[in-house]
């Protein structure tokens, strides 16, 4: 029998699409504040988690909840389960936004909305495809589990609660990157560095405050100053920002400096796609005489986080001839006067550099400007699976029958959850030359390219498990 995945998911574009705009609408950021037993992450997490497990339910597939962390849809059985890993849970909405975030907007072909790339979208176009090849009732002889996590945006509590309960499945991939396949990603790990709260200078810092995640690069950096000669200040500020790739506020508010940097979001697998707000703020202020550890946070931002995300300054840049480059963001900034502050630095690495080679760099820079270093979450070491394995090659061998674009694997810096299993890759959902605009504002997917990954996904699940 000759099926025209295309066609099948076309079929299905109305449904698909009302079906990922209920779930765009659930504001699904972690906010463990609003925990509860029956939602540790939060509301929206757990509200967004429940929806795609009744749309599961609906559609006459198995379903588990797992305490509002996790849950999964199945569908077939077999000796071998293939696992296919999405979230429901968004990053912040931050600033900029031409549209309410939490209410989808077609305009141009594309469905503007937070989630709509990262990971809504793509997890709806895999259960479509799963979706297709039940309506289809084509015969399979394996097991497939759609498995669905609350926080790949923060701590992973939510799969990794899930694998405490269930079994591994024997391979699969996440729906959560790019074409045509990543089926290498780098280590991921964080540190925090502290400061003290005090000033000293002719200029205090009263505070300092930038970024929402530590895998965002910031869009927004603000400071609050107390200075003698606030007009030096104030003009000084205008010829930075008009020379520099950023725009900024300042003005004068309750007798303080009040200074404003906007700069570009980005994911931190690539900090040189942003145009980090804190790092600006901070080389502008380095030319004023600040004391105590306020002039240390100042310092050590500009001298060794400015535009430096390969370590340069640190003394441990380190390129790996598959993997690429350790790459670095400095995603969360805060200082408050007599409290004291903090840097939340994430990195990116490939094998053959590790956590001690970073953590050995930072304390080294740290240790003259009476810095205390900390490593901060869970580790995630580097994670590789062959082009020879038996799920790459199908996978782009689909892609490419699909596409008519020759297709090979990559290596990238960000994290997915296919690296929770040992044969696991990250399999879309953008398509080559689309803007990336994953954690940033204004978010959008082609709506094109979900009917597209759709038909792909059918295929390939199709392929994997008959």
């Known amino acids: 029998m000759t099926i025209d995945w295309k066609e099948e998911a076309a079929k299905r574009k109305d ?3 009302a079906d990922l705009k209920t779930m765009l609408r659930i504001e699904s950021v972690r906010d463990e504040a609003k925990g509860t037993p029956e939602a540790p992450l939060g509301p929206g997490p757990k509200e967004a988690l429940d929806k795609f497990l009744e749309i599961g339910q609906r559609d006459g597939f198995e379903t588990l909840e797992l305490d509002g962390l996790a849950g999964h849809i199945e569908y077939g059985d077999g000796p071998e389960t293939l696992g296919m890993l999405a979230h429901v849970d968004v990053m912040p909405a931050g600033n900029g936004w031409n549209t309410d975030p939490f209410e989808p907007v077609e305009k141009d072909g594309r469905l503007y909305a937070r989630g709509a790339s990262d990971d809504k979208g793509p997890s709806m176009a895999a259960y479509y495809g799963l979706k297709i090849v039940k309506e289809l009732g084509l015969p399979v002889s394996k097991k497939v589990r759609f498995i669905l996590g609350t926080d790949e945006e923060s701590q992973w509590r939510g799969m990794t609660h899930y694998f405490e309960k269930m079994p591994q499945p024997d391979f699969g991939f996440s729906p959560d990157a790019f074409f045509p396949i ?20 002719k200029v205090e810092l009263v505070s300092f405050e930038a970024g929402l995640r530590e895998n965002m690069v ?35 508010k309750e007798g303080k400096v009040y200074l404003h940097i906007i700069g570009k979001a980005a994911h931190a697998q690539e900090p040189r796609n942003g145009e980090n707000a804190a790092t600006y703020m901070a080389t502008f202020l380095q030319q004023f005489d600040f004391g105590g550890a306020a002039a240390n946070f100042i310092k050590f931002t500009a001298d060794y986080l400015h535009q430096d995300s390969r370590m340069k300054a640190f003394g441990v ?14 995603g969360i900034y805060s200082f408050e006067a007599g409290k004291g502050g903090q840097i939340t630095l994430n990195f990116r690495f490939p094998k053959g550099t590790d956590e001690k080679d970073i953590e050995a760099g930072l304390k080294k820079a740290a240790q003259p400007l009476d810095i205390e270093v900390k490593r901060s979450g869970k580790l995630q070491v580097p994670h590789y699976v062959s082009p020879e394995d038996p799920l790459v090659k199908t996978l782009l061998n689909v892609y490419q029958e699909q596409t008519g674009e020759p297709a090979e694997g990559k290596v990238v810096g960000g994290g997915t959850y296919g690296r929770l299993m040992e044969r696991g890759v990250a399999f879309g959902a953008m398509f080559p030359g689309v803007p990336d605009t994953m954690h940033q504002a204004n978010e959008f997917m082609p709506i094109d390219d979900l009917v597209k990954a759709a038909a792909i996904y059918a295929q390939s699940i199709y392929e994997l498990i008959k």
């Open 182 to 201: 990543i089926n290498g990603e780098k280590g991921n790990v964080s540190f925090v560095a502290d400061f003290a709260g005090t000033n000293g200078g």
């Open 317 to 330: 840049a380190y390129t790996d001839e598959i993997m690429g480059d350790l790459t670095m963001n400095s």
């Open 15 to 17: 449904d698909m699409l």
């Open 218 to 252: 910031p869009r927004d950096a603000e400071v609050y100053l107390k200075a003698q000669d606030t007009k030096a200040i104030l003009s000084a500020f205008d010829e930075f920002v008009a020379k520099n790739p950023i725009t900024g506020t300042a003005y004068l």
